[in-house]
């Protein structure tokens, strides 16, 4: 597609259960990020994909938190054992570039999964 | 952390008004961006400015960045009611985006 592609848009959830959220970059784009964004605030960092490798993972809240990235291309965020302040939206991110130390590209943003837990 | 950070954290102002939002990052950046965000919708890329610039201008926008201070700062010129959103910025490597600036522009 031509932009950051993010499944579901929105997903309500009772507590306890397990959800996934998934993003499909663009095209050739090496680098993904995802964030979290609670009413209101601002973006939380999650964790950074370059390739299939994630170099940064120091913002996963908990062990309950988990991201995959296959084939380069999709990726996957996985919340086990949802809880209500999991209830957020997620945001996938990708770009052309994004080499630790230096990124001089810009990120392409889809638009978000919202994530309820009841 | 290379966190940005925005202020004020939120901003009235008139159509056809200036808008001005700051950004301080704490560490050596090679290049700081600005986006916007729309309510409840992904963010936007507005304009990049590189740590050898001291300013930039795209359209409407004007970009300053010193990096003695290690401060950037957005003006938004003529403002308009569709310019109402979320500003952020964001330091190299785009992991740590600031709390933004919440623009609200009356018609």
């Known amino acids: ?37 609670r009413l209101g605030q601002g973006l939380e960092f ?40 999991d209830s957020a939206v997620y945001l996938c991110a990708s770009s052309l570039v994004g080499l630790a130390g230096v990124n001089t590209g810009e990120l392409f943003f889809g638009e978000g999964s919202r994530l309820t837990v009841l | 952390s290379q966190q940005g950070e925005e202020d004020p954290q939120a901003l009235s102002i008139q159509e056809g008004e200036n808008a001005t939002m700051n950004c301080s990052y704490k560490t050596s950046i090679n290049n700081l961006q600005w986006y916007r965000q729309n309510s409840g919708r992904g963010l936007v890329h507005l304009i990049l400015i590189r740590s050898n610039e001291r300013e930039k201008h795209s359209g409407r926008l004007r970009v300053t960045l010193d990096t003695s201070k290690k401060s950037s700062s957005l003006l938004i010129t003529a403002s308009r009611a569709a310019d109402t959103a979320s500003y952020f910025c964001a330091t190299e490597n785009q992991f740590y985006f600031g709390t933004g600036t919440s623009l609200t522009v009356i018609p």
């Open chain 1, 46 to 85: 999650l964790i950074y994909f370059q390739g299939n490798s994630a170099p940064d993972k120091s913002g996963l809240p908990s062990d309950r938190f988990s991201a995959e990235r296959t084939g380069g291309s999709v990726s996957t965020l996985t919340i086990q054992r949802t809880q209500q302040e």
């Open chain 1, 1 to 37: 597609g031509a932009g950051v592609s993010q499944s579901p848009s929105n997903k309500v959830t009772e507590k306890g259960k397990d959800v996934e959220l998934r993003c499909d970059p663009i095209s050739g784009h090496t680098a993904l990020y995802w964030y979290r964004q």
